[in-house]
């Protein structure tokens, strides 16, 4: 948006500079029409001048000129000399001087209209008398033909003669020497009669020349020395002068201008190359998340979003999900990047081995489930493609450069609404199962079941808790030197409402799950203490999971509890159930040394089962080894489990630890016990686990 | 063919940039209409305060396009301070009035307008009587395309119309122009009119009307009355008895001569010129034989006039 307003911007820039170039280019037109006008005018001025000159040369020479031409050409003056008055360029305050220069002008050109009108009134006098004087001797010496000549006569004919030729002299060289000095006239000492008129009439011309002489000189001279050709020629250099830096000016401005459009030109240019580009960008996206809402973006698959949409437009579909067993070691191990290419080669070798089924789609649900839908298809089918494709997968060899990885998928194949759900649930059993890789989803399977009874007991335990009929029974533990009594293990028990009791088989998986867990085992400490408390010839045990270590409020709680009754709490000994998540042995080690601090001890039960592991004695002070059940029961039958027991026997004696045998439910495994030397046993020879432990010490075999 | 134009060409050039008169032209280019309107306003009394005056009543260009009395007769019955000169052939003229003070008809078609011894009107009151005249409003809507008349549209009609009144095909006109021959008289007359030097200051188009001169030259001519001459304009005392040098176009009609209308004749014109323009004398022949080559300047009426 921001792209686009600079795109308005820079629009409305570029309109404005065209305006201004527009504007600009109309004004540089009127100034070079008004430049070549007011120029124009000026080269005509001179010109017009110049045949003014010339046309009153003519006409002083000329006996006989019309003045008509000499009046035009001072009126063409007048009129061109307005147009310069006027004209536009003038208006600039720039070209004052050349305002100034024009009033000069004016002036001058009045002055010379002035001398030119005079000029042709002295003109025609000095012409007329001139053309006198010499028509006057000519009609003289026409007569002279007929009559005689007397010598004052010739005398005066001479004179006369040679006066005109002064005046004409005079007017041709334009030079008042000629008549300056002598007086021009013919001598008034004639007797003729005829003599007398001829002078009278000469003298009368003659006069006037010679009184008209000086002044036409002057006049005519005075028009030829006009500096009005020099004014113009001096205006003219001013204005082109004026005129040049004006047109430099806007010159630079023109290029100015161009510039900016050019400038502008790019810009535009360059903004809308970078939007075509946004909006490419933004069309991508919106693509790309089009795209991502149908398709899996790693593999290009169709993603889930696509299946939930797709499974609700068809009637009979048949799902098969597909899940990368331990896809997640394959990450940790290789790292995401192969992780990713491996999905991908199994989504286009999903593709490639289905390629020859008719209506399937092939999804990507999750990070390592694939599902792949069938319309109408048999489960026979189906369930076969699946086997079909787990060997398949299961031999492929996945070849990165050197790298060859190798997986195993399981499937879980299904046609019962929720479809999704069902193989979720399909999947989830078949994991558990490490024999199997592909299952079909049915009702007898009791997924459902199982979940159901999982939120049944969750709720049963919920309200036991509320009730209070979680509480401990106890077993006896027999000294087998002694066969007595010497001390109980509190186990768990849930009493249901109709009385009956429940074995923490039942229900302590389910409780671990939840947070219930946790209130269970604190009204194991809490009950069995009290127990204790009342028994003070026993010791009592109390089971603890391994990671129960780690819940802090727990640990905190059983403390708080052994503090408060110290004398009991050095008869509690802890059952640790090992496990295989624990690692932290300080930790453990901590916790031991703390009940040890109590005179409590430590028990590590079900020892020969499972995950045992000697590690623990190297690092953990054991006081007491229980030994696993599934040895000791066998122990009478099963050599190998005998030889089992001897050895953890002679081990735990070599550390000091004492053993447990539990499980005992014969006598004879009860004497092969005592004959190993095993120190204490329990079972259901000695005794079942009691809600309360027995007042003596006595065993009651049963 | 072209080699003959030239050379004709090459023959005529000089024979006619000799010859100091020029024929009027028989083409000028008019508006007619305009002309027409400006003659309908020529006509018209209209245009004098008291409507007893019209620019034709000291004008008369039926015959002369002058007045033949001494003054003219203007604004109830003020007589004016100078002979009328003619109207006819007056676009010739390189300035009017008697001393020039209008350079051009526009400039002077003000004038009389608003002399108060003539219409003593203004420019105002010119506009608003003829505005008032449906005649006019129509006239000036055909010619200016606009109901709206002013005293400037006013005046460029006139103006039209006084371009129209030119006189062609006058005899000696004629004769430039090579199509007749002038009777021996005439021809004598006009050499006579040469020699003697009135061609120095009557040369031209219309033969005068383009300098100005003294009356007077040679000899001092004693006007009686004080004229409004040159000397107004210039402020020159040597201008005192400066004139336009009037046209000698229709010369024949436009009785009396000189600005102030003191030869009858002339003949009693022409003696006066000889003695103080020309110092020298006519002989009755002499005279006689320039009065017919003058006859020869009289053009034909104005086409305009016959024009509806």
């Known amino acids: 948006m921001k792209l686009k307003g600079m795109i308005y911007i820079v629009l409305i820039v570029g309109l404005f500079s065209s305006f201004a170039m527009v504007y600009f280019y109309t004004k540089q037109k009127a100034f070079s029409e008004n430049y070549k006008q007011f ?126 030729r002064q005046y004409n002299n005079a007017i041709r060289m334009q030079d008042l020497d000629y008549i300056k000095d002598a007086k021009l006239i013919l001598s008034n000492g004639a007797k003729e009669k005829k003599n007398i008129d001829f002078i009278q009439s000469f ?15 002057a006049t005519t001279k005075s028009i030829f020395k006009s500096q009005i050709g020099l004014t113009l020629q001096q205006i003219r250099a001013n204005f082109t ?46 693509e790309s998340l089009e795209y991502s809402l149908v398709y899996d973006q790693l593999t290009g698959l169709y993603n889930r979003t696509s299946l939930e949409k797709k499974l609700k437009t068809i009637e009979h579909p048949h799902f098969m999900l597909i899940n990368i067993d331990s896809f997640k070691n394959i990450n940790d191990i290789y790292g995401n990047s192969i992780g990713n290419a491996l999905l991908k080669k199994i989504a286009r070798l999903l593709e490639t081995k289905l390629s020859h089924i008719d209506n399937i789609e092939i999804y990507r649900l999750g990070a390592d489930e694939f599902g792949v839908l069938f319309t109408n298809a048999l489960s026979s089918k189906v369930l076969n493609i699946a086997h079909i494709l787990e060997k ?29 759900e069902n193989a979720d649930l399909a999947l989830k059993r078949i994991k558990k199962d490490p024999t199997k890789r592909v299952i079909e989803y049915r009702e007898n399977l009791n997924l459902k079941k199982s979940v159901q009874e999982n939120l049944q007991m969750l709720e049963t335990i919920k309200t036991a808790l509320l009730d209070d009929r979680i509480l401990p029974f106890f077993q006896p533990v027999i000294n087998l030197k002694t066969l007595k009594i010497e001390k109980y293990e509190a186990l768990v028990r849930l009493e249901l409402k109709n009385g009956r009791y429940l074995t923490p088989y039942k229900f302590l998986d389910t409780a671990r799950k939840s947070y219930l867990y946790e209130e269970i ?103 007491t080894i229980k030994i696993d059940g599934s040895i000791i029961s066998e122990i009478a039958t099963n050599n190998r489990k005998m030889h089992m027991l001897r050895s953890i026997h002679n081990f735990s004696h070599g550390m000091d630890i004492v053993n447990i045998a539990e499980f005992v439910e014969t006598q004879e495994t009860a004497m092969l016990l005592k004959e190993v030397g095993v120190e204490y046993a329990q079972g259901y020879y000695f005794g079942h686990p009691l809600p309360a432990p027995l007042e003596r010490d006595e065993i009651i075999f049963s | 063919m072209i080699k003959w134009l030239l050379l004709s060409y090459f023959f005529l050039l000089p024979l006619l940039a000799d010859e100091p008169i020029v024929p009027i032209p028989l083409d000028e280019p008019i508006d007619i209409p305009k002309a027409k309107l400006g003659q309908e306003l020529f006509f018209d009394t209209l245009l004098s305060r008291d409507n007893s005056t019209a620019c034709v009543s000291c004008h008369d260009i039926y015959s002369g396009g002058a007045d033949e009395r001494s003054v003219s007769i203007g604004f109830n019955g003020a007589k004016g301070n100078i002979q009328a000169p003619t109207v006819l052939n007056a676009r010739y003229n390189f300035k009017q009035f008697w001393n020039g003070r209008a350079n051009t008809l526009l400039e002077q078609a003000t004038g009389p307008l608003s002399n108060p011894t003539e219409h003593n009107m203004d420019p105002k009151k010119v506009q608003d009587r003829v505005s008032l005249s449906n005649k006019y409003k129509k006239m000036f809507k055909e010619v200016y395309g606009t109901y709206s008349i002013t005293y400037e549209l006013i005046l460029d009609a006139i103006v039209e119309f006084e371009n129209a009144l030119t006189t062609p095909n006058a005899k000696f006109d004629k004769y430039l122009r090579g199509e007749i021959k002038l009777t021996h008289e005439e021809q004598e007359g006009y050499k006579l009119f040469k020699q003697y030097g009135c061609i120095t200051c009557h040369n ?22 004080t004229f409004p001459d040159r000397s107004e304009i210039t402020h020159n005392m040597e201008d005192i008895n400066v004139f336009k040098v009037p046209t000698l176009r229709n010369i024949a009609k436009t009785a009396p001569y000189f600005h102030d209308a003191s030869a009858r004749t002339l003949k009693e014109a022409l003696s006066v010129m000889s003695k103080h323009n020309l110092g020298i004398e006519l002989s009755n022949q002499e005279s006689d034989k320039i009065i017919l080559f003058l006859e020869t300047l009289s053009g034909e009426a104005p086409k305009i006039l016959d024009t509806f």
């Open chain 2, 204 to 225: 031209g188009i219309n033969v005068g009307g383009n300098s100005f001169q003294k009356m007077g030259t040679f000899v001092a001519y004693n006007a009686s009355t």
């Open chain 1, 241 to 286: 002068a004026l005129a040049l830096n004006d047109f430099k000016a806007l010159n630079a401005f023109s290029i100015i201008l161009f510039s900016i459009l050019i400038l502008f030109l790019t810009t535009i240019s360059f903004l809308f190359l970078i939007y075509m580009r946004e909006n490419k960008k933004l069309l991508e996206t919106k």
């Open chain 1, 392 to 420: 398949n997968i299961a031999s492929h060899s996945f070849i990165f450069g050197e790298l060859e990885i190798h997986i195993t998928i399981s499937i879980a194949s299904n046609f019962i609404d929720p479809i999704l």
């Open chain 1, 521 to 623: 085992t604190r009204i194991m400490f809490e009950k069995s203490m009290r127990v204790a408390k009342v028994y003070p010839q026993y010791r009592f045990s109390i089971n603890l999971a391994m990671r129960d270590i780690l819940n802090d409020t727990l640990t905190k709680s059983i403390f708080e509890m052994f503090e408060e009754e110290k004398e009991v709490a050095s008869r509690i000994d802890i059952e640790l159930l090992e496990s295989e998540d624990l690692h932290d042995i300080e930790l453990v080690q901590a916790f031991i040394d703390k009940l040890h601090s109590f005179g409590s001890k430590i028990l590590i039960d079900d020892f020969g089962s499972g995950y045992s592991n000697f590690a623990y004695f190297a690092h953990l002070d054991i006081d």
């Open chain 1, 39 to 164: 120029l124009s005018a000026m080269y005509y001025l001179e010109n017009a001048e110049e045949t003014l000159n010339y046309l009153i040369l003519q006409n002083a020479i000329y006996t006989y000129h019309n003045h008509d031409a000499i009046a035009q050409k001072q009126q063409e003056i007048n009129d061109t000399f307005r147009v310069l008055q006027i004209s536009k360029i003038l208006q600039d305050a720039h070209y004052k001087s050349i305002g100034l220069s024009l009033e000069k002008l004016q002036s001058q050109i009045q002055e010379s209209n002035t001398k030119i009108e005079k000029f042709l009134q002295l003109n025609a006098g000095v012409k007329n008398s001139l053309l006198f004087l010499t028509r006057h001797i000519d009609n003289a010496a026409e007569s002279l033909k007929q009559e005689q000549c007397s010598q004052e006569c010739k005398d005066i004919f001479l004179n006369a003669n040679l006066i005109l």
């Open chain 1, 203 to 217: 003298n009368l011309h003659a006069t006037f020349l010679q009184e008209q002489y000086p002044q036409y000189i």
